[in-house]
């Protein structure tokens, strides 16, 4: 039975072994099965506390007390007593890996480094699930590593940044960047659990909590306009808040709408398209031009600036071509500032765009489908972005970001 | 709906995203969703015939005319100018890399090397599909860097060994050795088609024939009397064939027999469980020790050499349970010997084996989930070996194999 039969049997009885016979008596034979695929994101206060069964118990049905935890560095110096403190409660025997997790330890060697960990502590392949807490590059490295292992060991995961709980933790994905390209080796590969706690975000920068409301106004601009009237009100309260209540003990009731809002925009757009059979992703708006810009850039803007970047670029070109009126389209430039991110940067040049739209037309199979918004809260796509109407962008948006500092001098 | 419910909905209705709130009101989200996979294997005669198109309009729907084709450096020797011609007739702007492709070089440097060749060549991401030409190894590796290259790029697989007809070119599993593991990182990832082609067998080395019998030998052993009984009368004849007829023209019908009766059986037992959802598979018989005497024995034993000295093993091993009577474990060792196949490898030792069925375990997930033989054709499952009980089968299999080799000479 294929998916695609119009009768209606029962799915369990999907796929199957057909062999054919040609003309000449050749066989070929049709192998086909259904992977049914369930994971599950859970906004949970206080994680490390004890009393807490959720970390612990994940993904093994208590049956095994031994875990491989891959810890984030800079996570391990703020959380590394209370993880410990928290699996020694739960009589959990924890193997610690500390990993340097920046954009530019997002390689092959990092993978490695935690494989010959792995190998030395031993995990059984089903029951023992990798435990990775950090921020988006630690889950996307430590998502690619249990993938890999033995063809695909558990992993919970534990995000510690604003991105990782909306965007890195909520998805698939994982990957390392590789050959100067952003993310070119990676796979479609779903932790067992990702548990969210926004508590985390007490100790975090305010450069990485901008970092994660780039991807928040991301969801906002095409499809959730009361998100970003939100984020035009109060986005620069929680950006200094942390997303706190004032007394600092509680997640603030804006920061739990505008994480629980962001999150459900990104899985309505993720979950029927998991393996991005369709190249038009809504979702990939502000990751057309930001791939090469933030490879080109680094170390020095995070994923979510260059993805603000991109997201300002492409604003002004839908200005230009009446997708979005002038007011519009700063109003959303207001915002980008207000929430502490970059407008403009200077690897921006019209050929380094070109190049960059290039190669993402490969990734989009030789098409640009290119997410343009359209007001705010809605987008389409385009095929017919040029060099010349590439130029004239960048010229104005280099403008506009030369007024607004000279503003704020 | 999920593939567990009981109601008849139609399956394309599957999958969803489900939210919940918990009694505190956090909120949980699972998301659910089916993957379809389908994967051809096809029987094709002369495939380089440039009047053949199936090679270079597989998977692509004549829509690109750019192929990166990833060679075996051995295949390259004996069908270089071929394949040139082949594409070159087909009209494919063809760029080809040639593959070390020894079990030493099943490592992370080849993927790496393929990644860069890819990217200078530059590949849309689903309409140029990789085309893999070689041996097991080789389409192991290649399907590995397909399935990490922008997290998926398609492949076509030519298999051009036995062992890569009957067994690496028919199932989902990439991988590459890493640690000193065996296939320690890998994934289950279907080429689009593969084309089978016994001509190539014409030119390939009595040792590489072999090395492909001893997965047939597998999988008449597990659950195919009928095969075995083809293996021993006519196995030597086709080991010195080739599988080809005397003029060497075409492939004869007990190869045709024997080639397309081990497919089928592999693919019987390889469909229902693609995943390895289920950690007991009959076709992991010869693959509880091998991984361990293979990596140790490097560069000593091709990889089906080292399964047949497992089989060698548990076939004792089974004698002495009782399982397979010494009549026919004295045929089995007798086939193996008559196929030109190792029976003992001098890695093997009881503290090795155990060493190398404590890392299966792992694999199994906490238990040896052991496929033994019982008679011929059929097989069990046990989780029992002991120390002691593998000392005993070590010593007996040394004193056969010694005694073998006496007669011999």
Redesign the interface.
């Known amino acids: ?5 119009d009768n ?5 009885a ?4 057909d ?1 054919r016979l040609d003309a000449a008596n ?20 206080n994680v490390l506390d004890p009393a807490c069964a959720d970390l612990a118990e994940a993904a093994s049905a208590g049956r ?1 007390r031994r875990r491989f935890v891959a810890v984030d560095a800079n996570v391990e110096r703020f959380y590394g007593d209370r993880v410990r403190a928290y699996f020694d409660a739960r009589g959990i025997d924890a193997h610690y890996q500390s990993v340097q997790a920046g954009e530019t330890r997002k390689t ?1 060697d990092t993978v ?1 480094e935690l ?2 960990g792995i ?1 030395a502590f ?6 023992e699930p990798i435990i990775a807490i950090g921020g988006g590059v630690l889950l996307d490295v430590v998502g690619l590593t249990a ?6 060991t558990p992993v919970v995961r534990l995000p510690t940044t604003l991105i990782g709980l909306v965007d890195a933790g909520v998805g698939v ?1 994982t ?1 390392i960047n ?2 100067e ?1 952003k ?6 590969s ?1 932790a067992d659990l990702t548990l969210l706690d926004p508590s985390f975000l007490a100790t975090l920068s305010r450069r990485h909590v901008a970092n994660g409301l780039a991807e928040i106004l991301k969801i906002a601009l095409i499809k959730d306009r009361g998100l970003f009237d939100i984020l035009e009100a109060d986005g620069a309260a929680l950006l200094e808040s942390r997303f706190q209540t004032l007394s600092g003990t509680a997640t603030s009731a804006a920061g739990s709408a505008v994480i ?1 809002r962001a ?2 925009g990104m ?2 757009e ?3 398209n ?3 059979a369709k ?1 038009e992703r809504l979702v990939d708006y502000g990751h057309t031009f930001s791939p090469t810009i933030e490879m080109r850039a680094l170390p020095s803007l995070l994923h979510g600036e260059a993805v603000c970047v991109d997201m300002a670029l492409t604003t002004v070109l839908a200005e230009h071509r009446g997708l979005i009126s002038a007011r519009d389209r700063d109003r959303v430039i207001g915002v980008m500032t207000a929430l502490g991110l970059p407008i403009w940067h200077d690897v921006l040049t019209p050929d380094t765009l070109m190049g960059a739209l290039h190669d993402t037309v ?5 098409r640009q489908r290119l997410p343009l918004p359209v007001g705010i809260g809605d987008a389409a796509f385009v095929d017919d972005v040029t060099l010349p109407e590439l130029t004239d962008t960048v010229l104005d948006l280099a403008e506009l970001a030369r007024r607004r500092e000279l503003a704020r001098a």
């Not at 993938?147 to 695909?152: A, F, H, P, T």
Request: aromatic share 10%; hydrophobic share 35%.
């Open positions: 039975m294929s998916i695609h039969d209606h049997l029962h799915p369990s999907a796929g199957g072994l062999l050749a066989p070929s034979w049709t192998v086909r099965a259904f992977k049914h695929v369930s994971y599950e994101i859970r906004i949970c206060q095994s092959f490695a494989v010959r190998d031993g995990i059984d392949r089903r029951r993938n890999l292992y033995r063809r695909g994905k990957g590789f050959n390209q993310n070119r080796l990676g796979t479609y779903a629980q999150i459900h899985l309505e993720l979950q029927p998991l393996w991005e190249l490969r990734h989009r199979d030789g």
